[in-house]
T-cell receptor, first 114, second 115 residues
Framework: KAGVTQTPRYLIKTRGQQVTLSCSPI?????VSWYQQTPGQGLQFLFE???????NKGNFPGRFSGRQFSNSRSEMNVSTLELGDSALYLC?????????????FGQGTRLTVV | GESVGLHLPTLSVQEGDNSIINCAYS??????FIWYKQESGKGPQFIID?????DKRQGQRVTVLLNKTVKHLSLQIAATQPGDSAVYFC??????????????FGQGTRLTINP
């Protein structure tokens, strides 16, 4: 069973640009969550999508957005990039059903803003 | 922002010894906790989880203990091996409703296994 796939693995962008990251969850999983990991703030929750609907949101500015497609693949977009957006962006896949379910992470996308 | 606290940022143990990594959480309503292991250049890897109706759960070489009275969580790794060297995170799920995912992570403990 294939794991969570994130593309691309690495990105370098300039301040002011926008970026789109992609995540393909484990087959059969319908929930995709996104996290930002930085040395200073650690792992911070961005948002969660389930059946193409955002059902949880973290405390990030509106420049951070996401969406989910009918095949459960998800994308997140960051507009007007700032230097502080440099981070490892991780997505996690889970079934999304039941009381509490395991979340499995991808390798992440390393974004560097210069 | 929100966080689950950890007591130590680094921990060094001898190969073959047992290690204990601690975590404190603040939300008494949290009912699901997970430990993750993250190796350099990789995403967090699920190790073990525990629900609030349990005090202890065991896996292969790992045990998680939950003390709801003092809101404390620990991960015990038995007979540590070089491959156990990594950063370990505790996380709690704080969803808006059942089935949803919103993991709140601690800052992590870097475990180093000395030969």
């Amino acid at each position: 069973k294939a794991g969570v796939t994130q593309t691309p693995r690495y990105l370098i962008k300039t301040r002011g640009q926008q970026v789109t990251l992609s995540c393909s969850p484990i087959s059969g999983h319908r929930s995709v969550s996104w996290y930002q990991q930085t040395p200073g703030q650690g792992l911070q929750f961005l948002f969660e999508y389930f059946s193409e609907t955002q059902r949880n949101k973290g405390n990030f500015p509106g420049r951070f957005s996401g969406r989910q497609f009918s095949n459960s693949r998800s994308e997140m977009n960051v507009s007007t990039l700032e230097l502080g957006d440099s981070a490892l962006y991780l997505c996690a896949s889970s079934s999304g059903r039941g009381v509490n379910t395991e979340a499995f992470f991808g390798q992440g996308t390393r974004l560097t803003v210069v | 922002g929100e966080s689950v606290g950890l007591h130590l940022p680094t921990l060094s143990v001898q190969e073959g010894d047992n290690s204990i990594i601690n975590c404190a959480y603040s939300n008494s309503a949290s009912d699901y906790f997970i430990w993750y292991k993250q190796e350099s250049g990789k995403g967090p890897q699920f190790i073990i989880d525990i629900r609030s109706n349990m005090d202890k759960r065991q896996g292969q070489r790992v045990t998680v203990l939950l003390n709801k009275t003092v809101k404390h969580l620990s991960l015990q790794i038995a007979a540590t091996q070089p491959g156990d060297s990594a950063v370990y995170f505790c996380a709690e799920n704080r969803p808006r409703f059942q089935g949803a995912q919103k993991l709140v992570f601690g800052q992590g403990t870097r475990l180093t296994i000395n030969p």
